[in-house]
């Protein structure tokens, strides 16, 4: 089973930037889409990004010019790059995978990213 796992966050200002990456354990095959998700205490986990195989690029509109999600196939990462950071982007993200004929999901074990003054 492939394992995921998120580095990057941490405590920033408002205002600051932070990039989290996901590195895979092994190659995931098929991939359909590359995601990162967020989760604040008490609330449904939220789709932050997506990008699909073909490189097209979804955002949440909270997070739409701020936010950016990429891959890099070869090194087996995905990254999301997060500008302008807010209090309310104040969360655990996630990155998952949907890949494989079933569609299977692949998740993260999470990072916490902290937007405090």
């Known amino acids: 089973q492939v394992q995921l796992a998120e580095s990057g966050g941490g405590l920033v200002r408002p205002g600051e930037s932070l990039r989290l990456s996901c590195g895979a354990s092994?190659?995931?095959?098929?991939?359909?889409?590359g995601n990162w998700y967020r989760q604040t205490p008490g609330e449904q986990r939220e789709l932050v990004a997506t990008?699909?195989?073909?490189?097209?690029?979804n955002y949440a509109d909270s997070v739409k010019g701020r936010f950016f999600i990429s891959r890099d196939t070869e090194k087996n990462m995905m990254y999301l790059q997060m500008n302008s950071l807010k209090p309310e982007d104040t969360a655990v993200y996630y990155c998952?995978?949907?890949?494989?004929?079933?569609?299977?999901?692949?998740w993260g074990q999470g990072t916490q990213v902290t937007v405090s003054s």
């Open positions: 092994d190659i995931i095959p098929n991939v359909y889409s």
């Open positions: 998952m995978y949907v890949a494989g004929d079933i569609r299977s999901a692949y």
């Open positions: 990008i699909f195989s073909g490189g097209t690029k």
